[in-house]
Each structure stands twice: as C-alpha cells, then as structure tokens.
Nanobody
Framework: QVQLVESGGGLVQPGGSLKLSCAVS???????MGWYRQATGKQRELVAV???????NYAESVKGRFTSSRDNAKNTVYLQMNSLKPEDTAVYYC?????????WGQGTQVTVSS
C-alpha cells in the first residue's frame, strides 16, 4: 500500500509563501507525481506535475509563482508557492500515479487571507 503524507500548509497573507512537502512510503523513482487542489464548492484541479525525470508542468493560474520538485532519495515531493493569492486557498493534495493505481494523500489546508 502506497501512503502519501502532505505537510506545510497553513495561513498566510496575500503575497506570502509556503512550501508543501509530500512524503511517500515507497520509492518514487519511477512514479510520476502531482499536486492538486480543491477549493470549497469546486472540483479538484491539477496544480503541477513532476515527471519521473523531474520535468514539470503547471496550471496556467500558478505559472511563475509555484515550483514543484522531487527528491527521489528522500521519497519526497515539494511544492514551493510564492506570491500567494486569496484564490489559491484550497486543500492541496499530493498524487502518485503508479501502473497499479492512483494514490492520494489526506490533503493539507492552505488559506491565503489578510
């Protein structure tokens, strides 16, 4: 069973920064990883993906502000979020897509408010 545990969420003022971490219980060397978010009353949306080689793709709404990376030695994926806006408020989920299944963490709340 693959387990993902997100951390690093919290309350931040507009313009601030947060760094999310996602610790995975198995080796992520061959696993494409992703970050999603779900705001209250909205569908879950893709924020960023990090390929097995470390290539990244971002949603248009976060390009230039968010950076995702992976540390395969630590089985951890990161999401650095800068210049945060109120509309970034959501529960952020880590995702691991293996050939067998699609795994999710429990989510971490990010609230951007003054």
């Amino acid at each position: 069973q693959v387990q993902l545990v997100e951390s690093g969420g919290g309350l931040v003022q507009p313009g601030g920064s947060l760094k999310l971490s996602c610790a995975v219980s198995v080796s992520i060397f061959n696993i494409p990883m992703g970050w999603y978010r779900q705001a209250t009353g909205k569908q879950r949306e893709l924020v960023a993906v990090v390929s097995r080689s470390g290539n990244t793709n971002y949603a248009e709404s976060v390009k230039g502000r968010f950076t995702s990376s992976r540390d395969n030695a630590k089985n951890t994926v990161y999401l650095q979020m800068n210049s945060l806006k109120p509309e970034d408020t959501a529960v952020y989920y880590c995702n691991a897509r293996t050939p067998q299944s699609n795994y999710w963490g429990q989510g971490t709340q990010v609230t951007v408010s003054s």
